[in-house]
């Protein structure tokens, strides 16, 4: 259990088709930085630890006999990820570059965000914004 209280408790684990590709894209495209990448057969990724700030996703690849499947492979998006980022314009502009396809473009929202969605190339839905979940509970709304 981490001792500081500001680091996160909850790591989603993401199944990617092709996760060494998807490394890099989320890299290049959403400026995660890989800390750890756990090769294992055949071109595949058993486990991998990615950042953005203090936020951490876990990469691997599929694993039919645990039921793990890509989003891709589901043929929907079974489920979507939002991100803090202090810098949504600058976020929004990399990604668009990057050739990701973008949901809902960059706007203000009426709770007091800045953010966009977009989908990554095997359908997980991301959206990066200055909205942070609960901030209300604590009156710091728009925070």
Known sequence: M????????LYPSLF????PAMIDWLE???GFQRRL?????DGAIRHSE??????VVMVCSPRPELSWKSPKALGATHAGLCVYVSDPDAHYARAVAAGAEVLFP????????????????EGVSWTFGTYIPGAYWHGREGA
């Open 16 to 19: 990617y088709q092709d996760a």
């Open 2 to 9: 981490p001792n500081d209280s500001a680091a996160p408790a």
């Open 50 to 55: 990615l950042t953005l700030g203090q936020s």
């Open 28 to 30: 290049r495209a959403f």
């Open 106 to 121: 960059l706007k203000d929202s009426s709770y007091g965000s800045r953010d966009y969605t977009a989908r990554d190339p």
């Open 37 to 41: 990448v756990v090769p294992g057969d």
